[in-house]
Nanobody, 125 residues
Framework: QVQLEQSGGGSVQAGGSLRLSCAAS????????MAWFRQAPGKEREGVAS????????YYADSVKGRFTISQDSAKNILYLQMNSLRPEDTAMYYC??????????????????WGQGTQVTVSS
C-alpha cells in the first residue's frame, strides 16, 4: 500500500501561482500512474493531470493545459503540481492519487487506490 501526504495550496488572487506537493511512502516499487484530481462543492471529482512513472509521460485536462505542470522528483518520491495563471474556476479541493500500472483512462478516479488527504486551493477574482 502506498501512503500519500499532501502539502501546499492556499489562497491566491486570479493570475497568481501555487504549488502542490505529494510525498509518497510505503511500497512504491514498480510502475505507477500518479495524478492530481480536484473537486469543487457540488461537482464531481475531476482529473487534472497525471504522470506515468514508467516513462515520465504527462497528461492534462483541457481546462489546465498550458497553465499547470505535473512533475515528479523520483529520488524523493514527491509529486508536484505547479499551477500558474490561476482562475477562480480552479477553486477546489485538490487530491493526489496513485494506482499501479499505466495512465490509461487516467482521469477516472475509481481505479486509484491511494489518495492524499486533500488540500484547498482558493482563487479570488
Amino acid at each position: 500500500q502506498v501512503q500519500l501526504e499532501q502539502s501546499g495550496g492556499g489562497s491566491v488572487q486570479a493570475g497568481g501561482s501555487l504549488r502542490l506537493s505529494c510525498a509518497a511512502s510505503g511500497y512504491t516499487y514498480g510502475t505507477f500512474c500518479m495524478a492530481w484530481f480536484r473537486q469543487a462543492p457540488g461537482k464531481e471529482r475531476e482529473g487534472v493531470a497525471s504522470f506515468s512513472t514508467s516513462n515520465s509521460a504527462t497528461y492534462y485536462a483541457d481546462s489546465v493545459k498550458g497553465r499547470f505542470t505535473i512533475s515528479q522528483d523520483s529520488a524523493k518520491n514527491i509529486l508536484y503540481l505547479q499551477m500558474n495563471s490561476l482562475r477562480p474556476e480552479d477553486t477546489a479541493m485538490y487530491y493526489c492519487a496513485a494506482k499501479r500500472g499505466y495512465c490509461d483512462s487516467w482521469y477516472a478516479p475509481i481505479p486509484y487506490n491511494s489518495w492524499g488527504q486533500g488540500t484547498q486551493v482558493t482563487v479570488s477574482s
